[in-house]
């Protein structure tokens, strides 16, 4: 069952910008901890950043620090991530996830969290 659904994916050049959107169609996301991820053809999933529900603290994977942000839109139920400076690296399918448990969140790949959505690709190419 897909509780979270991801948007805003799709393609864009080296150095642009896209910004994926994350939204809870049947509970209230602020209350916990979202993750994106994102699994490239041929690779692992990866940890991209996560926003905690209990300070609103952010971490970012070493590779989009400095490019990407993420954040929380109280009003409209969804965690954005800004990606700005995208790089052909950056070519994946990307996931949200939430849990209450912020480690099933802020760490490993995701998999453990009660909240998922099916994915948006974002490709970046010339």
């Known amino acids: 069952q897909v509780q979270l659904v991801e948007s805003g994916g799709g393609l864009a050049q080296p150095g642009g910008s896209l910004r994926l959107s994350c939204k809870a169609l049947t509970f209230t996301l602020h209350y916990v901890a979202v993750g994106w991820f994102r699994q490239a053809p041929g690779k692992e999933r990866e940890a991209v950043s996560c926003?905690?529900?209990?300070?609103?603290?952010?971490d970012y994977a070493d590779s989009v620090k400095g490019r990407f942000t993420i954040s929380r839109d109280v009003a409209q139920n969804t965690v954005y991530l800004q990606m700005n400076n995208l790089k052909t690296e950056d070519t994946a399918v990307y996931y949200c996830?939430?849990?209450?448990?912020?480690?099933?969140?802020?760490?490993?790949?995701?998999?453990?969290?009660?909240?998922r959505g099916k994915g948006t690709l974002v490709t970046v190419s010339s």
């Open positions: 926003i905690r529900s209990s300070d609103g603290s952010t």
């Open positions: 996830v939430g849990d209450l448990n912020s480690d099933y969140v802020c760490g490993g790949d995701g998999t453990g969290a009660d909240y």
